[in-house]
């Protein structure tokens, strides 16, 4: 494939891809007849709760002195860090994916997959389960169900050779429609009184609380932060990180070094699909506390932006996913106090994946220079970019 | 869709089937130009899009200038692919997502800015976009194997060292291909926009760029095979709204099988099975997605 999507980590040039696009964002809005400036200073409100002048309400901190008083309204941040806790899952499960050489565009059905089951299995047990139990239960519903759901697309690819990027998209249909027939017949909310196409409310016994009084962030977050973690363990340092890395290198070359390209593929999807699968059950438990119809919004797609930003490593995907979480909740923001329409957000995300693809393709054009000029193996190669 | 009261099931059926096949026809034989001349392109979803939200403004004036303003912008954003996988070696599937999330955006952005709510535009005749869908395999299909300029976009699909040893340049070639293929798949959407819904909505693609890249591999890049796979696609699509339409109630084993939402997977589930049972057999142009300098 032209410019094989490659892991790196520049920081400068995620930087400047960000920042192209939302100068591209400030010229749009100028040209769309609303006022650039008073649109991005909304946007940075919203996404980050810092704002000029003293307090307003409640729940906000002042900062400074004199004419350099700030406040912090933390429901707005605590709303944007909750925002970014599905994304970091869902940019995680396209980033693993994509170090197999596996572009998982299937993380919105893995969620929504993932959500269905944990509102069944956190609809069970009436209360019964000692809590922790319960929430690890659900989580593990979430995972499984989303794991199923990535990896039928994974051995549809080792076993037909049907690629993923068209498998993933039809279960990402076929998730969509099949969740909205569960949740207006057999899984449909009881109460007579509720119309709309959802569960039933889950037990409290699975609730994961708010930090923030009446925001949605909760220790999922903190679940997320692990996640990156233990995904970046995974990669670099166990054997089946390098065995996924060894066929994002290339088929052949893995084949080669006796390793089962079909089974690390399937494993690989699986892992991915399990990782958005817990997007949707953090959703559900800590959220919704059930199944809403449009709970996974666009998370899964966009994972596949913070999964690029983030050049495919931990740090960069959390940083990336963070990034993300502040602009769709600071769009929103927008919206409500300059009417500019939240689309923009929409934009914004797909100038940086494509400034950040420009950046891949330099790169792996780099790579294949390195590799002409002397045999270099990826540890090499690592160390000399870490370098600069 | 037409579905006349004294018309017999099977002929509304047929009916629907060819116009639910147009646009899925028109992008399917934009990816086969595409991917013959070595370029992946799924990007397709977004020029629909884009062909549809252009189609729908431009038309407003007149329907002529709505078919003229999609052919631009489909042009325009099939040289924006070309240009970002081709000259700048982005990867294809990155190029095509941004460049569909990118189209995703900026209409239903401008949709809010532009379109009053519930707008509606005369548009053109649907009899004109599935004259297209009928004509265009076939011209396809005598472009790619009785003109120069076919033999050597396919030459530079197969192997474009040898295409650049027989003097033939292989990334002007593909800008021309990955062009052209834009105007088709836009063409796709403004048939959606303006004969079909007559108005626009986001996302009114709703995946059909996908489903033509599945069926252009379904009909093993040929013109006329990804031309009849989107026909047999059509045919499900055409097959659950005739059946929502003519109200049928299906129950069976506790599940309601003609609920829209199981009946909306239909097209969807048959592509995949149709990919299943195809893609081994299945060979696609040997330089598909592999760079030339």
């Given at each position: 494939?032209t410019?094989?999507?490659?892991?790196?980590?520049?920081?400068?040039r995620?930087?400047?891809s960000?920042?192209?696009a939302?100068?591209v964002?400030?010229?749009?809005m100028?040209?769309?007849g609303y006022d650039?400036?008073?649109g991005?200073?909304a946007?940075w409100?919203?996404?980050t709760g810092?704002?000029a002048g003293?307090?307003?309400?409640?729940?906000q901190?002042a900062f400074?002195?004199?004419?350099?008083?700030?406040?912090l309204?933390?429901y707005?941040l605590?709303?944007s860090l909750?925002?970014s806790?599905p994304?970091?899952?869902?940019?995680?499960s396209?980033?693993?994916?994509?170090?197999?050489?596996?572009f998982?565009?299937g993380?919105?059905?893995q969620?929504?997959?993932?959500a269905l089951?944990a509102a069944?299995?956190?609809g069970a047990?009436g209360g019964t389960?000692p809590?922790?139990v319960?929430?690890?239960l659900?989580l593990?519903?979430?995972?499984?169900?989303g794991?199923?759901?990535?990896?039928?697309?994974?051995?549809?690819?080792?076993?037909r050779g049907?690629h993923?990027?068209?498998?993933t998209?039809l279960?990402n249909?076929?998730?969509?429609n099949?969740?909205?027939y569960l949740?207006?017949?057999g899984?449909?909310?009881p109460?007579?009184r509720k119309?709309a196409?959802q569960t039933?409310a889950?037990?409290?016994?699975?609730?994961?609380?708010?930090?923030?009084a009446?925001s949605n962030?909760?220790a999922?977050?903190?679940l997320?932060?692990?996640?990156?973690?233990?995904v970046?363990c995974l990669?670099?340092?166990t054997?089946a990180?390098f065995q996924?890395?060894?066929?994002?290198?290339g088929?052949e070359?893995?084949?080669a070094a006796?390793?089962?390209v079909p089974?690390?593929?399937v494993?690989?999807?699986?892992?991915a699909?399990a990782?958005?699968?817990?997007a949707?059950?953090?959703e559900?438990?800590?959220?919704?506390?059930?199944?809403?119809q449009g709970?996974?919004g666009?998370?899964?797609?966009d994972?596949?932006?913070v999964?690029?930003?983030?050049?495919?490593n931990?740090?960069?995907v959390?940083?990336s996913?963070l990034f993300?979480?502040?602009l769709?909740?600071g769009?929103?923001f927008m919206?409500?106090?300059?009417?500019?329409?939240?689309a923009?957000?929409v934009?914004?995300?797909a100038i940086?994946?494509?400034?950040?693809?420009?950046?891949?393709?330099?790169r792996?054009?780099?790579?294949?220079v390195v590799a002409?000029v002397q045999?270099s193996?990826?540890d090499l190669?690592e160390e000399?970019?870490?370098g600069r | 869709?037409?579905?006349?009261?004294?018309?017999?099931w099977?002929?509304?059926?047929m009916v629907a089937?060819l116009?639910?096949a147009t646009?899925l026809v028109?992008?399917?034989?934009g990816?086969?130009?595409?991917e013959?001349?070595?370029v992946?392109n799924?990007?397709?979803?977004g020029?629909?899009?884009?062909?549809a939200?252009?189609?729908a403004?431009?038309?407003?004036s007149?329907?002529?200038?709505?078919?003229?303003g999609?052919?631009?912008?489909?042009a325009l954003i099939?040289?924006?692919h070309?240009?970002?996988?081709?000259t700048?070696r982005?990867?294809p599937?990155v190029s095509?997502l941004?460049?569909?999330?990118?189209?995703?955006g900026?209409t239903r952005?401008?949709a809010?800015?532009?379109?009053e709510?519930?707008?509606r535009?005369?548009g053109?005749?649907g009899?004109l976009f599935l004259?297209?869908?009928l004509?265009?395999?076939?011209?396809?299909?005598l472009?790619?194997?009785?003109?120069r300029?076919?033999?050597r976009?396919r030459a530079?699909?197969?192997?474009?060292e040898?295409?650049?040893?027989?003097g033939?340049?292989p990334?002007?070639l593909?800008y021309?291909?990955?062009?052209?293929s834009?105007?088709?798949?836009?063409?796709?959407?403004?048939?959606?926009?303006m004969?079909?819904?007559h108005?626009?909505s986001?996302?009114?693609?709703?995946?059909?760029?996908y489903?033509?890249?599945?069926a252009?591999?379904?009909g093993?890049w040929?013109?006329?095979g990804a031309?009849?796979?989107a026909?047999?696609?059509?045919f499900f699509?055409a097959?659950?709204t005739?059946?929502q339409?003519s109200g049928?109630?299906?129950?069976w084993l506790g599940?309601e099988?003609?609920?829209?939402?199981l009946?909306?997977?239909l097209?969807?589930?048959?592509t995949l099975?149709?990919?299943?049972s195809?893609?081994g057999r299945?060979v696609?142009?040997?330089?598909?997605?592999?760079?030339v300098e």
């Open positions: 494939m410019g094989a999507v490659t892991p790196g980590s520049g920081l400068a995620a930087l400047l960000v920042g192209i939302l100068v964002a400030a010229v749009i100028h040209l769309s650039a400036l008073s991005l200073a946007l409100a919203g996404a810092l704002r003293p307090p307003q309400a409640d729940g901190i400074g002195a004199g004419p350099f008083t700030g406040h309204d933390v707005n605590a709303q909750a925002r806790t994304l970091l899952f869902t940019g995680l396209v980033a693993l994916g994509l170090r197999a050489g596996l998982n565009i993380a919105q059905g969620m929504i997959a993932g089951a069944v299995i956190g047990g389960l809590g922790p319960h929430l690890l659900v593990c519903a979430g995972a499984l169900a794991a199923a759901w990535g990896a039928v697309p994974g051995i549809l690819r080792a076993t049907v993923e990027v068209i498998s998209i279960f249909y076929l998730a969509t099949l969740a909205t949740v207006t017949h899984l449909k909310d109460d007579p119309m196409p039933a889950i037990a409290p016994t699975a609730h994961l609380h708010p930090w923030v009446g962030l909760t999922g977050l903190l997320a932060l692990v996640a990156a973690m233990g970046a990669v670099r340092r054997s990180g996924i890395r060894a066929v994002g290198q088929l070359a893995a084949r006796g390793i089962s089974g690390v593929m494993r690989a999807m699986a892992l699909g990782l958005a699968g817990v949707g059950a953090i559900v438990m800590g959220v919704h506390h059930r199944y809403v709970l996974a666009t998370y899964g797609f994972g596949i932006a999964a690029l930003l983030g050049g495919l931990g740090m960069g959390t940083l996913a993300f979480g502040a769709s909740n769009a929103e919206e409500l106090e300059t009417n500019v329409p939240r923009l957000a934009i914004v995300q940086v994946i494509l400034c950040v693809g420009v950046r891949l393709a330099r792996s054009l780099a790579r294949q002409a045999d193996d990826e190669l000399e970019h870490a | 869709m037409p579905v006349g009261s004294g018309e017999t099977a002929l509304s059926l089937t116009y639910s646009p028109l992008a399917a034989l990816g086969v130009l595409s013959r001349a070595g992946i799924i990007a397709l979803e020029l629909i899009l884009a062909g939200f252009v189609g403004w431009a038309g407003q007149a329907p002529i200038m709505g078919l003229a999609a052919v631009l912008a489909g099939g040289l924006l070309a240009f970002l996988t081709q700048l982005m990867n599937v095509g941004g460049i569909t999330l990118l189209a995703s900026v952005y401008l809010l800015r532009w379109f709510q519930g707008f535009i005369d053109l005749p009899g004259g297209l869908a004509i265009l395999p076939f011209v396809t299909l472009v790619l194997h009785r003109t300029f076919g033999v976009l530079v699909g197969e192997n474009p040898s295409a650049r040893m027989a033939v340049a990334v002007p593909r021309l291909a990955v062009t052209l834009g105007v088709l798949a836009a063409l796709a959407g403004a048939y959606l926009s004969s079909d819904a108005t626009f986001s996302n009114m693609s709703a995946g059909k760029g489903i033509a890249l599945a252009v591999i379904f093993k040929h013109p006329l031309s009849l796979g026909l047999f696609f059509g699509y097959v659950q005739q059946l339409i049928v109630q299906v129950h599940v099988w003609t609920s829209p939402f009946l909306d997977c097209p969807y589930l048959m099975a149709a990919l299943v195809v893609v299945a696609p142009p040997a330089a598909l997605g592999k760079e």
